[in-house]
């Protein structure tokens, strides 16, 4: 890897459930300058979009390539999708 | 077999298929349905549930494959339904065929379990005008430490 090199990617952002209802969008195509980690996404998105600090609220999980992730997980660089959503509730 | 469908499923038709000839000496199966959660008449109360198709199915199978990593079984069939459901409809079917029952009754345990806490579904509740999103129970993540290894 070298360092300090960005790469730029576009990346699909969906969100689901009460999250999705309070940013009051689906998704959202967002431009990445990797390497980013999950974390730096969220503060990326609270600045890009209108209602886009729910996405601090508290137990907000997400995905990368429907794989769970966390905060401090580095985007990869063959992303397509990344998801941000609440705690699940299914069964 | 992991399904998730709009349509209701039939317990009997799943049991079947779980059955393998000359092997089976065990099936523990789980169905999950929605009960009247106000003090509302039942049809005033209702549930949508929502998924990430892909993601969901991808969890489903993780846990899947880790119930088969942990015990000995013959088959394993998780159908869960999304979209409105109503007071009394089935949600949701775990089904787990084995040698024996202790497997059996195991794996259903675990793969409900984490169905719960790791499959990405979401319930919103309808009471008469009022849609509220349903909170995670903190009891069902903490019902998880029941299985580290």
């Known amino acids: ?91 | 077999m992991i399904k998730v469908q709009e349509e209701d499923f039939q317990v009997d038709l799943l049991y079947k298929n779980l059955l393998q000839a000359n092997k089976t000496g065990a099936v523990a199966m789980f169905v999950g349905l929605v009960r009247q959660f106000s003090d509302l008449p039942k049809e005033a109360c209702s549930f949508e549930l929502e998924h990430y198709p892909g993601m969901t199915e991808n969890n489903l199978q993780a846990i899947v494959d880790e119930a088969n990593t942990r015990w000995s079984l013959l088959d394993v069939a998780v159908v869960h339904r999304v979209g409105r459901l109503s007071v009394d409809d089935q949600i949701v079917f775990v089904g787990v065929s084995a040698a024996h029952r202790a497997e059996a009754f195991a794996a259903c345990d675990f793969i409900m379990d984490y169905l719960k806490s790791r499959a990405a579904f979401w319930k919103k509740e309808t009471q008469g005008d009022e849609e509220q999103w349903v909170s995670a129970n903190a009891k069902d993540e903490q019902s998880l430490g029941r299985w580290a290894k």
């Open chain 1, 1 to 91: 890897m070298v360092i300090g090199v960005k790469i730029a990617v576009k990346v699909n952002i969906v969100f689901f459930a009460s999250l999705k209802e309070k940013i009051g969008q689906n998704s959202h195509l967002a431009e990445l300058d990797l390497p980013i980690t999950i974390g730096q996404l969220k503060q990326q998105l609270s600045n890009e979009l209108d209602k886009g600090d729910a996405i601090f609220e508290m137990g907000i999980q997400s995905s990368v390539d429907f794989e769970f992730a966390r905060d401090e997980d580095l985007i990869p660089i063959d992303v397509k999708e990344v998801a941000f959503f609440p705690p699940v509730t299914g069964g």
